[in-house]
């Protein structure tokens, strides 16, 4: 069974940082990009970064200059440090990968989302 774990998230007053932490584990063969997703209270979920597996990263507009995205392939773990946090980051974050799997199977998989709060 192929999965992904999340760590990182909790309670932080706003200015502070948390780095997040998605590690993928299971009969992996291969993963293609990695990515995390936020989604606040009542609104839909949305893409905040995402990560090739050549390093190439992209990152929402909302969070440039604040959040950044990286992986360690050899680990087969995504990370997401956030700086200058904001009560507008507040959300459940989940993690997502494209994997394929020993038995060639592709997956589209996501964690089971870790919660950040940021207080004013």
């Known amino acids: 069974q192929v999965q992904l774990v999340e760590s990182g998230g909790g309670l932080v007053q706003a200015g502070g940082s948390l780095r997040l932490s998605c590690t993928a584990s299971g009969s992996i063969y291969s993963i293609n990009a990695m990515g995390w997703y936020r989604q606040a209270p009542g609104k839909q979920r949305e893409l905040v970064a995402v990560?090739?597996?050549?390093?190439?990263?992209n990152h929402a507009d909302s969070v440039k200059g604040r959040f950044t995205i990286s992986r360690d392939n050899a680990k087969n773990t995504v990370y997401l440090q956030m700086n200058s946090l904001k009560p507008e980051d507040t959300a459940v974050y989940y993690c997502?990968?494209?994997?394929?799997?020993?038995?060639?199977?592709?997956?589209?998989?996501w964690g089971q989302g870790t919660l950040v709060t940021v207080s004013s």
């Open positions: 990560i090739t597996s050549d390093g190439s990263t």
């Open positions: 997502n990968a494209g994997v394929r799997t020993r038995t060639l199977r592709s997956l589209d998989l």
